[in-house]
């Protein structure tokens, strides 16, 4: 046998490992990697419910005496302009105060999802338990919070008012900017006014003036139209008021709305309708022209809206409707009876009123024209 000095084995073994070192591997080629792309899904807003039908604005934003008043008294009583949409107008100190919308009982609680600035965009809402949420103001001054359950959502605006002689008894003249004359906000920069006019104002020649205007006609927030307003609904422009105002025409007695665009720099006048019958309340049934709670909100184009609160009765009959005048010299319901979603077409209201066939309580969006003759019923998440 062979034998192998330790020299020769380590020698061999060193040999071993320098081949094994300086073998080469074929490279490999890299490979495009695609990345699998990531598809943002929209988030459904949870639904919000609530029981209430009155709604009171408290917190530190009111007088130290009636902060948290939420019924013993009216002093921070929200204006219902429907079934889910609420205002009101305070003033307000600069600084950062804080809110809540809250019912009579603390059982149904809303704040907005972010800090409120006036002329700012809307804020979502959310339900609470003891928290509130905040107001940043600026400036001094009057505003209004405009609290929407349906839309779910929130938006604080400076106050303005319609002042003039539109309104006023008689057509004498209102220049007092206060809680008779602010103006609602309907959203998107649009402001509206409901006012009667008497018979004795109508009658006056060359019509009744007007105009939109901040609290004590704050430097540049006072308008008026560039012509005469027709009150048929036709689009005029807004400019600033100067010395002579001008006048809204073709009045007869009754209530009228008036819409002010300011993003649009439009103002409309059209008569004002009222949604009425068993869809506001199923058993009993609501007639009543006239009221805030009832009025439809003008859209401009002849077009008017509403959002309300279906509670379903227990009757098996479907609930009837009507859009009348507050006179009721003009009153429409459907052609035949509606189905929600499907648009439908108007008649004459007479003694029967048509029904629309509603399977759940919930929100419903209600939108008619009294030109086109179309209404619909749509229901709301």
Request: glycine share 10%.
């Amino acid at each position: 046998m062979k034998k192998f000095s330790l020299a020769a084995c380590v020698a061999a073994l060193v040999g071993l490992l320098l081949v094994s070192c300086t073998t080469t591997n074929a490279p490999i080629a890299d490979k495009p990697v695609t990345a699998t792309p990531v598809v943002a899904k929209p988030v459904a807003k949870a639904a919000l419910t609530w029981s209430a039908s009155t709604f009171y604005l408290v917190g530190t934003i009111n007088p130290e005496a009636t902060r948290w008043d939420n019924g013993a008294t009216a002093t921070n009583l929200m204006t219902k302009l429907s079934d889910a949409v609420y205002e009101r107008t305070v003033s307000l100190e600069a600084g950062t105060w804080n809110y809540q919308f809250a019912d009579t009982t603390w059982t149904d609680k809303f704040v907005g999802t972010a800090d409120l600035v006036p002329g700012g965009a809307a804020a979502g809402l959310k339900p609470v338990a003891m928290e509130g949420g905040n107001v940043v103001i600026a400036t001094a001054g009057f505003y209004t919070f405009h609290f929407d359950l349906a839309n779910q959502s929130v938006v604080v605006v400076p106050a303005r008012y319609v002042v003039g002689a539109f309104g006023s008894a008689g057509g004498k003249g209102s220049w007092t900017t206060d809680a008779a004359s602010v103006a609602t906000y309907a959203g998107n920069g649009v402001y509206e006014k409901t006012y009667t006019v008497d018979a004795a104002a109508a009658a006056l020649a060359g019509g009744l003036s007007f105009q939109f205007t901040g609290n004590g006609f704050a430097a540049g927030t006072t308008f008026t139209g560039a012509a005469d307003v027709p009150s048929d609904g036709t689009d005029a422009a807004l400019v600033p008021a100067g010395m002579a105002n001008k006048n809204i025409t073709g009045l007869a007695a009754g209530n009228y709305t008036l819409r002010i665009d300011t993003k649009g720099n439009k103002v409309q006048v059209a008569k004002a309708y009222y949604l009425v019958g068993h869809i506001l309340s199923w058993e009993a049934g609501d007639w009543n022209t006239g009221t805030l709670p009832n009025l439809m909100v003008y859209d401009g184009g002849n077009n008017y809206s509403k959002v309300i609160k279906v509670i379903k009765g227990t009757s098996e009959k479907a609930p009837d409707f009507q859009f009348a005048t507050s006179d009721w010299a003009t009153a429409w319901t459907g052609a035949k009876a509606l189905a929600v979603g499907t648009e439908g077409k108007l008649a004459a209201a007479h003694m029967a009123n048509e029904s629309v066939a509603i399977a759940a309580t919930g929100s419903y969006l209600v939108t008619f024209n009294p030109v086109a003759l179309t209404v619909k019923f749509t229901a709301l998440p």
